[in-house]
């Protein structure tokens, strides 16, 4: 997956990716933007989410991975 492209299947995550959501879901708008995927699922990928701490469960179409050198607040390095 390369640019803003989101997953279609769950073979395109794997355990320990950082992650962003979709902007359309409810999280994402609250702010709850970033994650690493935990766990991959039959159906799910379950993601640990930075600024809650929660799992939140979720299909490959509403979650993207970052790519290297994209901003990523939680592992942010300036300021």
Known sequence: ????TYGEKLSDFKVGDRV???PETD????GNRFGMVEVIG???VHVRMDRSGGIYSTTPRH????QDGES??????DG
Request: aromatic share 16%.
């Open 42 to 44: 039959k159906r799910y």
């Open 63 to 66: 979650i993207r991975i970052l």
């Open 72 to 77: 990523d607040p939680f592992f942010s390095t």
């Open 27 to 30: 999280l994402w708008m609250r």
């Open 20 to 22: 962003e959501l979709h």
């Open 1 to 4: 997956m390369t640019g803003h």
